[in-house]
């Protein structure tokens, strides 16, 4: 029996979908049943609670031979990041009580900084909170989402795709969803490792090959454009973001084109995605034409 965090979005669907592909017992934390009610009919054990309840997650720990935890996105977090540092505190406090025999944490490259990240600063916090875990832990530095990319879907149709990289034709690491559920799982279900170790995934794409990638699905020239840096506050506000806490976003995007994110951190592990931005793309368009 395998817990994941997090089933009902993307990468926890993701992990818990190769997981069951690998024909392991998965079992969810899950604040709404009903929301989750297409896993349990896939045979997911759901345990009523989440990553606010440090109870709940001691719970449902209970004789796992592995987990796979996340940090909850939060786009406008407090100054001091509260919002995470409590979470973190549930986790530790769970996994130190109910200690697996392996954790998967979901990190994101640049987290081995301690500052100037914005929004990743929440999950270099997670692997300092974690670092003093018995358990054997690999934390997964992921980079960007391919996913985050969709809107693409909706405003390109005039050829251009807005982007927060600059310049588009610098490359940074991007990564779909999907080969983080398969990177977890593979970690999860493969050969036991000790200590912590920490896994670099994703591969250098830039925002211009995304573009052209979005171009193809949708059979029609695409080209990235920077949004000017002085227009990020209203863009991110356009995606409800609330006014005046846009910073952490900002920063974030201030960090990736700084370079912050890329990969070859020393003494990190490498696994390449497999899946491109074009397949993101076409699944997704074939997912609203269906």
Known sequence: MFLVTGI???VGGAAAKHLLAHGKKVRALVRNREKAANWANQGVELVDGDWN????????LEDVEGAFVMLP????????FAEAKGVIANYVEALTKAAPPRVVALSSMGANRTSGLG?????????????????????????????NFLYGLHVAQGGTLPVYYNPTNRKSTMVAT????????????GPAWSEHRVVELGSMVSADEVAAQLGEVMQRDIKAFAVPRAGWAAAFEQF????????AAEAMFDSVNAGWMDLGVQGTE????TTRARDVFAAAQQAVTA
């Open 8 to 10: 009902t979005g993307k």
């Open 53 to 60: 309840d440090s109870a709940a997650i001691t719970r449902a």
């Open 73 to 80: 996105t939060v786009w406008a977090p407090s100054p001091d």
């Open 119 to 147: 929004m990743i600063t929440a999950l270099s916090l997670l692997e300092q909170g974690f670092r003093d875990l018995i358990s054997p832990i690999a934390f997964v530095r992921a980079g960007g989402f391919f996913e």
């Open 178 to 189: 999907d080969d983080i559920g398969a990177e977890v799982a593979t970690l999860l279900t």
């Open 240 to 247: 409800g973001i609330p006014k005046g806490q846009t910073g």
């Open 270 to 273: 490498h696994v390449a995605g």
